[in-house]
Nanobody, 126 residues
Framework: QLQLAESGGGLVRSGGSLRLSCVAS????????IAWFRQAPGKEREAVGY???????DYDDAVKGRFAISRDNTKNTVYLQMNALKLEDTGVYYC????????????????????WGQGTVVAVSS
């Protein structure tokens, strides 16, 4: 069974950068689409972006041009590079995986992804 573990969160000043990692165990990540979600205090979980099994990516407009998702299948890891961080990027970041993702799937819906990590906290300060 696939298990996911996020790491790399922390406290960073506005304008800074962080790289989050999502390490998979139990199964190879190769056939999975991976999405990143985040949840700010008091708000609903929202999609940040995703990468398909063939490395197609898409991002929410709020992070487009600042965030980038990549994957290293040899390390069974997906990364979320976050640059030019803003206060509103603060939240708990989760990675999620779906082995059955297809072109018609909506990566913005948490219900599409059956496998989730425990989350890592990102705090952006002024």
């Amino acid at each position: 069974q696939l298990q996911l573990a996020e790491s790399g969160g922390g406290l960073v000043r506005s304008g800074g950068s962080l790289r989050l990692s999502c390490v998979a165990s139990g199964e190879p990540l190769t056939p999975y689409a991976i999405a990143w979600f985040r949840q700010a205090p008091g708000k609903e979980r929202e999609a940040v972006g995703y990468i398909s099994s063939v490395d197609k990516t898409d991002y929410d407009d709020a992070v487009k041009g600042r965030f980038a998702i990549s994957r290293d299948n040899t390390k069974n890891t997906v990364y979320l590079q976050m640059n030019a961080l803003k206060l509103e990027d603060t939240g708990v970041y989760y990675c999620a995986a779906d082995p059955n993702f297809w072109a018609g799937s909506n990566w913005r819906l948490p219900s599409v992804f059956p496998n989730w990590g425990q989350g890592t906290v990102v705090a952006v300060s002024s």
